[in-house]
């Protein structure tokens, strides 16, 4: 039975979503937009869905936007805020956001927008006056992720928000490694827009949701209908939104017990891999890092060798690399927080979850370190690549 360690790219669908969505399919809604007896239970099962995800994070439930997933609700943040901004022409955001984030802003850039990116420190975070420096009357946006989806560097927001409202600005922070692992508290934050998404909870790919503050204005940029108080035209993914609102309560209902024995079990693997794996280094800090993440450079590897010789062994992780024409490409993470290619090259991320196990992760400790000193005597790397 393979162990999965990628919850930072997907969770496992949990048993209260699936449960969820059987219980819809055997009741055969309708479009929650009909007026007939079908589609108003299904506009009632849509609404108390929104009323669980926005219950995640502090939020009414008429601020919560079903859309795709985090990489539309990153799009309708960015693209919407500036579309409504109007002559305002300055985004600020950082090295190390999603692509998701970044291409959007490299398409803006494209037609003439203002991007500042702040570089992060060695261990991934951001520094609140770096960001504050650049805030002036022509900023339209700012856009951070809460937590690095990569590292698991969580940052500290909540003081741009003063700065940036009396600018006159919007504040978007993306929070679809964040939510359900720690606390996330929309007020607390200040942020007039976050991001969420549904399959890094326990619900199936295909749903997410954007916070919306209800003094904050966005453009719609899906046309076609007043769904989702006119901000994404189409009809909602119900199956998508009820699973969605089950992972939800599941990760509440837990999350401080969860968030306690996720990183019991991290921290156990990291300290038994740096018994037995001379060199290894821990990407990001110690303290003030998600519970579940790892980002681990192992000395005289290459990355993708070792991803493939877990994978042979049943473990599955992730390089948090992104393909480019058939290469993969150092991580930009790494690279951004100073580490050099032949380590980003060389470093894999283990991100655990809801169903991880004391005995799964006793079974990585020993498998790990067994693997790597085959891959380093088989496949060592040259003075080239190092």
């Known amino acids: 039975m393979p162990i999965y360690l990628d919850h930072n790219a997907g969770a496992p669908l949990r048993a209260e979503a699936a449960g969820a969505i059987s219980r819809l399919l055997a009741e055969a809604g ?16 849509l609404e108390t869905a929104r009323a669980q995800v926005a219950a995640l994070v502090g939020a009414e439930p008429r601020q919560m936007v079903f859309t795709s997933g985090g990489t539309e609700s990153n799009n309708l943040a960015i693209f919407g805020a500036i579309t409504a901004a109007s ?3 300055k985004i600020i955001s950082s090295e190390i956001e999603h692509s998701s984030v970044l291409a959007p802003l490299a398409e803006l850039e494209r037609r003439g927008f203002e991007v500042v990116r702040v570089a992060p420190d060695s261990d991934g975070r951001i520094d609140p006056a770096r960001v504050l420096a650049a805030v002036d009357g022509e900023t339209a946006l ?14 500290e927001p909540a003081p741009l928000a003063s700065t940036c409202h009396n600018a006159g600005a919007l504040f978007h922070i993306d929070a679809a490694q964040t939510v359900g692992r720690i606390p996330v508290d929309v007020a607390a934050l200040g942020c007039d827009l976050m991001t969420l998404s549904g399959h890094k909870l326990g619900a199936p790919a295909g749903i997410g949701a954007l916070y919306v503050r209800d003094a904050a204005r966005i453009a719609a940029i899906t046309l076609g209908g007043p769904h989702e108080s006119g901000m994404r035209a189409g009809t909602p993914n119900l199956l998508g939104a009820v699973a969605f ?18 990183s019991s079990l991290a921290m156990s693997l990291l300290n038994r891999l740096r018994e037995t794996i001379p060199g290894l280094r821990l990407n990001g800090p110690l303290i003030g890092r998600l519970p579940n993440t790892l980002n681990l450079t192992f000395p005289g590897v290459l990355g993708e060798s070792m991803l493939i010789a877990l994978d042979l062994e049943g473990i599955e992780v992730s390089m948090g690399s992104a393909c480019a024409a058939g290469a993969v490409e150092p991580s930009h993470v790494l690279r951004a927080m100073g ?12 991100s655990l979850g809801w169903n991880n196990t004391v005995e799964e992760i006793d079974a990585v400790a020993k498998i790990i370190p067994a693997v790597w000193r085959r891959v380093a005597d088989a496949e060592p790397l040259s003075e080239d690549a190092r």
Request: zero cysteines.
């Open 87 to 89: 002559r305002r022409r």
């Open 339 to 350: 580490r050099s290619v032949a380590d980003a090259r060389s470093s894999l991320r283990i």
């Open 245 to 262: 609102g089950a992972a939800t309560e599941a990760a509440m209902s837990a999350m401080d017990e969860e968030s306690e024995r996720i």
């Open 142 to 155: 700012i856009t951070l992720g809460l937590a690095n989806s990569e590292v698991g560097t969580i940052q």
């Open 30 to 45: 309708g479009n929650p937009s009909s007026v007939h007896r079908a589609g108003q239970r299904s506009r009632r099962m």
